[in-house]
């Protein structure tokens, strides 16, 4: 079995319970979503999944069809790693008594990360980047006493849409204003 690592980006309107449809569709086929965000998109009234998955291309490519016939869905399609740009976000909470920040200065600023809050008891770090690069920062930190760790799902912009593109202009969807930003 030839699995890799695969993001799905589906296009949608605003409708309750497309997330559990989407959701159960992978449930059904018994593949693991790894990491899944969602949000508004650069078109009006137009929102984006962002999901990933590890599994073969031809599992991937079917899957992708069964989204893309749901109610609400408007496009859906995927990539492989060197189709996208990719980053995450993650913050680190460590205890002040072992993470003062003369001691963790060199690995906030070494590995691109910041102090974003910083209290009497404890200090937080935020890093974006690659699942790889908060998993680094993350490995390092741990002798510090991580007292709190989250990372947030991927966010991800395709190196070109033309697909939903093509696809929005087919329809001629008045009520999508901003379709044109889609180059």
Same mark, same amino acid.
Do not use: W
């Given at each position: 079995?030839?699995?890799?690592?695969?993001?799905?980006?589906?296009?949608?309107?605003?409708?309750?319970?497309?997330?559990?449809?989407? /959701?159960?569709i992978?449930t059904?086929?018994?593949?693991?979503i790894? /990491?899944?965000?969602?949000?508004?998109?650069?078109?009006?009234?137009?929102?984006?999944?962002?999901?990933?998955?590890?599994? +073969?291309? /031809?599992?991937?490519?079917?899957?992708?069809k069964?989204?893309?016939?749901?109610?609400?869905?408007?496009?859906?399609?995927?990539?492989?790693? @060197?189709?996208?740009?990719?980053?995450?976000?993650?913050?680190?909470?460590? +205890?002040?008594?072992?993470?003062?920040?003369?001691?963790? #200065?060199?690995?906030?600023?070494?590995?691109?990360?910041?102090?974003?809050?910083? #209290? +009497? #008891?404890?200090?937080?770090?935020?890093?974006?980047?690659?699942?790889?690069?908060?998993?680094?920062?993350?490995?390092?930190?741990?002798?510090?006493?991580?007292?709190?760790?989250?990372?947030?799902?991927?966010?991800?912009?395709?190196?070109?849409? +033309?697909?939903?593109?093509?696809?929005? @202009?087919?329809?001629?969807?008045?009520?999508?204003?901003?379709?044109?930003?889609?180059?």
């Amino acid at each position: 079995m030839n699995e890799k690592l695969f993001t799905i980006c589906v296009f949608t309107e605003n409708k309750v319970g497309l997330l559990n449809r989407i /959701s159960g569709i992978f449930t059904r086929r018994k593949m693991n979503i790894l /990491s899944l965000t969602t949000s508004e998109s650069e078109i009006k009234d137009v929102y984006r999944f962002t999901i990933t998955i590890k599994q +073969p291309l /031809s599992e991937v490519i079917k899957v992708t069809k069964v989204i893309e016939k749901q109610v609400g869905v408007l496009k859906a399609f995927y990539y492989e790693e @060197d189709n996208g740009i990719f980053r995450e976000i993650a913050l680190y909470k460590l +205890p002040i008594e072992f993470a003062t920040p003369e001691n963790i #200065e060199k690995y906030v600023h070494a590995y691109g990360a910041r102090v974003i809050d910083q #209290e +009497p #008891e404890f200090i937080i770090i935020e890093k974006t980047g690659t699942e790889r690069d908060t998993q680094v920062l993350f490995d390092l930190l741990k002798p510090f006493h991580i007292m709190g760790f989250v990372r947030s799902g991927r966010v991800a912009l395709a190196r070109s849409l +033309p697909q939903l593109r093509n696809y929005l @202009d087919q329809l001629h969807l008045d009520s999508f204003e901003e379709v044109s930003l889609l180059n």
